[in-house]
């Protein structure tokens, strides 16, 4: 950080001069930049991993949830993964500059609308310095200079790896100020980022449901919501017991931390006898507390009896809701009541239900017969992502380049007037 520059805002007017540059880079001299960012992020692992090992310290000490805990931590194997992510993302086609549609008027006016950079993308968050790296990989790959607030729980990890970041850019001669970030200035930074309306382009908030709340009602700038998960998983009548079984644990266990792993499991009366006691056996078995509705209860032992607020839960731990329901219906209705849209699944073998939960379930991914974990931006093939939107305008579900744009229309004449 430029040492005289001490307020929000001074950091925020840099960044936007800064995104002026960043909007004319060709796609080679982008990707050039991307792979000396990612080249500077493990040049620095020791570093970062030694900053890490203290913001841990730190939240532990200070009542840091596992689940945040697990989001923070970085070793040499997931700063190695940070930097394969912006690799990836250096090779993803540009997003700018493409021509979405194209028509002549007014007797010969061409008219082309193209895909052009925001500008300055901000972003606030929790707990998670991959969104350090993923995002600023993301605005810059699209043409973009970014603002971070990542929350003093990641205050010293992210330190490291904006400073990493920020020297590449230098080396490579690009103005470093197009990385910023406001973590040393508290929540005073995050609230001057939210008023910047003018400065910053488009905010994208991402970590707990009370954060995303906050920003989405408190903020001026336009918000792309990310919302928490409070995914759930139907299994149908005819669900396949081996489906049924290796789909539920791995969309619980295999990061229970994170938004895409399932929260509630609705399991179909007819099924429940069949499906209840090795499904909730297998959970178990890898540390899972079941919250249960008394159906479940009956069917299987060392259930928690689950209360009305597990239901709208978002555990992000090693705990999952549990309830029978008495048909689709019944689970429609429950996934209306209680889902925050993110992403919701069935398994089943009718294929008439699954054409039904495809059609009837509003959430910005929705999945039959596979684990909810594939909702993820490296899954669909986007590289990073910056994050999942779960709001309908302008863009959801995961979110890679081409939601990093926005568009212009070209009308190139020759003298022509409006008749």
């Known amino acids: 950080m430029t040492a005289t520059v001490t307020t ?5 007017e840099l960044a936007k001069a800064a995104s002026r540059e960043v909007a004319l880079l060709s796609d080679e001299r982008k990707r050039d930049i991307l792979l000396a960012l990612a080249e500077s992020i493990v040049d620095r692992t020791d570093e970062i991993v030694r900053e890490n090992a203290e913001d841990l310290s730190r939240g532990r000490a200070n009542g840091l949830s596992e689940g945040l805990q697990d989001r923070l931590r970085l070793d040499a194997s997931r700063v190695a993964a940070l930097a394969a992510a912006v690799r990836d ?9 493409r ?7 007014g007797g010969g006016v061409h008219l082309s609308k193209v895909s052009v950079p925001f500008g300055v993308v901000g972003s606030i968050y929790e707990a998670r310095p991959n969104v350090t790296v993923d995002i600023a990989a993301l605005a810059l790959r699209s043409g973009n200079a970014v603002v971070l607030r990542g929350g003093t729980a990641a205050e010293r990890t992210n330190a490291a790896l904006v400073a990493a970041m920020r020297d590449a850019l230098r080396a490579q001669r690009l103005d470093p100020e197009a990385i910023q970030t406001l973590d040393d200035l508290g929540r005073d930074g995050a609230r001057d980022l939210m ?3 003018g400065l910053v382009d488009v905010l994208v908030p991402r970590g707990s449901a009370q954060l995303i709340e906050t920003v989405v009602t408190e903020s001026l700038v336009p918000v792309i919501e990310t919302g928490a998960g409070v995914v759930h998983i139907l299994l149908d009548a005819s669900a396949r017991e081996d489906w049924a079984r290796e789909i539920v644990v791995n969309a619980k266990v295999q990061r229970p931390s994170v938004c895409n792993a399932v929260e509630t499991i609705l399991i179909h009366r007819d099924a429940a006898d069949r499906l209840v006691p090795g499904v909730v056996t297998d959970l178990q078995a890898r540390g899972v507390t079941v919250h249960g509705d008394p159906e479940v209860a009956t069917r299987a ?3 928690v009896p689950a209360t009305d607020a597990d239901w709208a839960q978002e555990y992000l731990s090693l705990d999952v809701a549990m309830r029978v329901v008495d048909d689709l219906d019944d689970a429609l209705t429950h996934i209306r009541r209680f889902s925050t849209q993110h992403t919701e699944a069935i398994v089943t073998e ?3 239900s699954a054409e039904r939960f495809l059609a009837e379930v509003d959430a910005a991914v929705v999945v039959v017969n596979a684990s909810t974990r594939f909702t993820d931006g490296g899954e669909f093939g986007f590289g990073a992502e910056v994050g999942i939107s779960t709001q309908k305008l302008h863009a959801r579900g995961p979110m890679g380049l081409p939601e990093l744009t926005s568009v212009k229309w070209l009308a190139r004449g020759a003298g022509h007037v409006r008749a």
Do not use: N, S, W
Not at 99 to 105: A, C, G, N, P, Q
């Open 8 to 12: 929000a805002r001074e950091r925020m």
């Open 89 to 97: 993302v250096a090779q993803l086609p540009d997003p700018v500059g």
């Open 99 to 105: 021509v979405l549609d194209e028509r002549t008027i």
């Open 195 to 197: 008023q910047a309306r």
């Open 301 to 303: 032992t060392g259930v």
């Open 350 to 352: 009718d294929a008439g």
